[in-house]
């Protein structure tokens, strides 16, 4: 399939990321978030607010299954959660975009636009409990990935090229 799904913990750059190797070497890129957002005609958390993480994760293996099946020659950025679904391997190539809590923390309330950052992630309400989460999903993270690009202090221009050695030199014609 050609594919290369993008994984790592909410605020660590993979959007900017895919975004940047879509640009850079002229690929397809897909957010599922954003696919989930125009698929229910509404924002992650009003899904979030009205129906629950359940329902939302019912989502992300939605999307999951058509990626699977529809989807080719593509960079995929996905949401903090989208690791578990079980097919995830018959998507594509998976990159851990890997950083510290404390590092994506700064990242997101440091930013320029850190409200409306935090407001996009649900999930991130209080420092202690994102924290909590990020250490429960650490481990599965590291051992869903083929690749893992630490990407913390670590220039986009670094990272991209990281990806592209790693996996696209070998895709691109």
Known sequence: ???????????????TTTREISKRYNLM???????????ENRKIKTIFK????EYFRELEKKV????ENSVKDTIISTGGGFYKVPNIKKIGKVVLLDASFDFIYD??????????KLAKRPLFNSYSDAKRLYETRLQ????IADTIIDVE?????????????????NIIV
């Open 64 to 67: 999951a299954k058509w990626l």
């Open 107 to 116: 990242r997101i309330t440091k930013s320029v636009d850190a409200k409306k």
């Open 1 to 15: 399939m050609n594919n290369i799904v993008i994984i790592g913990f909410m605020g660590v750059g993979k959007g």
């Open 29 to 39: 890129s897909i957010d599922t978030d954003d696919l989930i957002e125009s698929m």
């Open 153 to 169: 202090n670590i220039d986009l221009d670094i990272i991209i090229n990281e990806i592209y050695e790693k996996l696209l030199k």
């Open 140 to 143: 599965d993270y590291k051992s």
């Open 50 to 53: 009205d129906e629950g993480e």
